[in-house]
């Protein structure tokens, strides 16, 4: 039985022998005392590389997107995002349950809105109306294939902020995608917002773990939250020192994992049975439509599981294939064997 492949996520990731001997020796202490100086270290050093005042360590990109609700809103306001971002998509409606806040959606392009977009959605400050209170901008994308939100874009959304009294937070859960790819650093890329969150457990490799970083009274807010979701750890430097690795050892690698999308991205267009927005193609997300051939999403990634390759099904017609730490050359080759075999 060929090995098989594995490119529903980034997520699937086994941390490597060096990492786990990294968590192995770790320090550690009680994380809800602030003992732990691992996590301590892990907090300092991505709040420096955010180019942030301070950063708190939680169990994941959803919490971490959760708090970040919470501390910008009350409920019954209105937060603007793009139609396809995953704290509306794919977090379980938790901004309804856990923020009580009206996500209103804006359609991008790519992922990519402007500032003239969001400002014809603003409320005009009469009591009729939710209030305005936050811009959410995620990067990259993930829906959208793994697209990048261009930072001019972002400064303007930073100047309408400020007009307006709006907060900015920026979902980077893949944010180091975003660097790698435009060799422009993640704290300036996190410097129009008000608050950041990034994610150690995709690209990075990573087994688990999310920070969210701001000002020094955002990040004491969002320890309360953390507390109140249930998301304090004890001896947390055990899967905090994997996240050290991994931004010490798996950053720069990240451009292999924007190379092989490409390639596979580039196959997938020659196939008859399916239809792909190459341009999409920026980080280490391929999206493709299998409307062309008539199926489905679900039965493509049934077709491709029954021959060594996973993928996720992604809307009706629409498959995702994500290239990480796990995935080689010669794996992306033998995905596109099975593609072409199974559907040219
Ligand atoms: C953009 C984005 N934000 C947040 C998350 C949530 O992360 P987690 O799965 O760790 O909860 C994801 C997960 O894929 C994501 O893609």
Same mark, same amino acid.
């Given at each position: 039985?060929?090995?098989?492949?594995?490119?529903?996520?980034?997520?699937?990731?086994?941390?490597?022998?060096?990492?786990? /001997?990294?968590?192995?020796?770790? *320090?550690?202490?009680?994380?809800?005392?602030?003992?732990?100086?691992?996590?301590?270290?892990? #907090? *300092?050093?991505?709040?420096?590389?955010?180019?942030? *005042?301070?950063?708190?360590?939680?169990?994941? &990109?959803? %919490?971490?997107? #959760?708090?970040?609700?919470?501390?910008?809103?009350?409920?019954?306001?209105?937060?603007?995002?793009?139609?396809g971002?995953h704290?509306?998509?794919f977090?379980?409606?938790?901004?309804? %349950?856990?923020?009580?806040?009206?996500?209103?959606?804006?359609?991008?392009?790519?992922?990519?809105?402007?500032? *003239? #977009?969001?400002?014809?959605?603003?409320?005009?400050?009469?009591?009729?109306?939710?209030?305005? @209170?936050?811009?959410?901008?995620e990067?990259t994308h993930n829906r959208a &294939?793994g697209?990048?939100?261009?930072?001019?874009?972002?400064?303007?959304?930073? @100047? +309408?902020?400020? $007009?307006?009294?709006?907060?900015?937070?920026?979902?980077?859960a893949r944010?180091?995608?975003?660097?790698?790819?435009?060799?422009?650093?993640?704290? $300036?890329?996190?410097?129009?917002?008000?608050?950041?969150?990034?994610?150690?457990?995709?690209?990075?490799?990573?087994?688990?773990?999310?920070?969210?970083?701001?000002?020094?009274?955002?990040?004491?807010?969002?320890?309360?939250?953390?507390?109140?979701?249930?998301?304090?750890?004890?001896?947390? &430097?055990?899967?905090?020192?994997?996240?050290?690795?991994? +931004?010490?050892?798996?950053?720069?690698? +990240?451009?292999?994992?924007?190379?092989?999308?490409?390639?596979?991205?580039?196959?997938?267009?020659?196939?008859?049975?399916?239809?792909?927005?190459?341009?999409?193609?920026?980080?280490?997300i391929?999206?493709?439509?299998?409307?062309?051939? &008539?199926?489905?999403?679900?039965?493509?990634?049934?077709?491709?599981?029954?021959?060594?390759?996973?993928?996720?099904?992604?809307? /009706?017609? %629409?498959?995702?294939?994500?290239?990480?730490?796990?995935?080689?050359?010669?794996?992306?080759?033998?995905?596109?064997?099975?593609?072409?075999?199974?559907?040219?």
């Open positions: 039985m060929p090995e098989i492949i594995d490119l529903r996520s980034d997520t699937v990731t086994r941390p490597t022998p060096d990492m786990r /001997r990294v968590m192995f020796e770790a *320090e550690v202490g009680d994380d809800v005392f602030g003992d732990d100086p691992t996590v301590n270290r892990l #907090q *300092e050093r991505v709040a420096d590389l955010l180019g942030k *005042e301070a950063a708190l360590y939680a169990p994941s &990109g959803t %919490m971490v997107n #959760q708090i970040a609700l919470v501390c910008h809103t009350s409920p019954g306001d209105e937060v603007y995002c793009e139609a971002c704290v509306l998509n977090e379980s409606g938790a901004p309804a %349950m856990l923020a009580g806040v009206l996500l209103a959606t804006i359609q991008g392009v790519r992922g990519v809105f402007n500032a *003239e #977009q969001v400002e014809e959605k603003l409320r005009p400050p009469d009591h009729h109306f939710p209030p305005s @209170r936050l811009i959410w901008v990067n &294939g697209t990048i939100f261009p930072l001019e874009e972002c400064h303007r959304l930073r @100047r +309408l902020a400020d $007009e307006r009294g709006l907060g900015l937070h920026l979902d980077g944010l180091w995608n975003a660097a790698a790819a435009t060799g422009i650093p993640e704290r $300036e890329l996190a410097a129009p917002f008000d608050s950041v969150n990034v994610c150690l457990s995709k690209g990075l490799g990573a087994p688990v773990g999310s920070l969210i970083a701001g000002s020094v009274d955002f990040i004491n807010r969002a320890h309360r939250f953390r507390k109140r979701f249930g998301g304090g750890m004890r001896q947390a &430097g055990i899967i905090a020192a994997a996240g050290l690795y991994a +931004l010490d050892h798996h950053r720069e690698r +990240l451009i292999e994992d924007h190379r092989r999308p490409r390639t596979l991205a580039e196959a997938v267009a020659e196939l008859p049975a399916f239809s792909i927005d190459l341009e999409a193609v920026a980080t280490n391929v999206i493709f439509d299998s409307a062309p051939g &008539g199926l489905t999403g679900e039965e493509i990634v049934e077709r491709l599981k029954a021959d060594g390759v996973l993928a996720t099904y992604f809307g /009706r017609t %629409m498959v995702r294939l994500v290239t990480h730490l796990d995935v080689d050359d010669a794996g992306i080759e033998r995905a596109i064997d099975v593609l072409r075999r199974n559907f040219g």
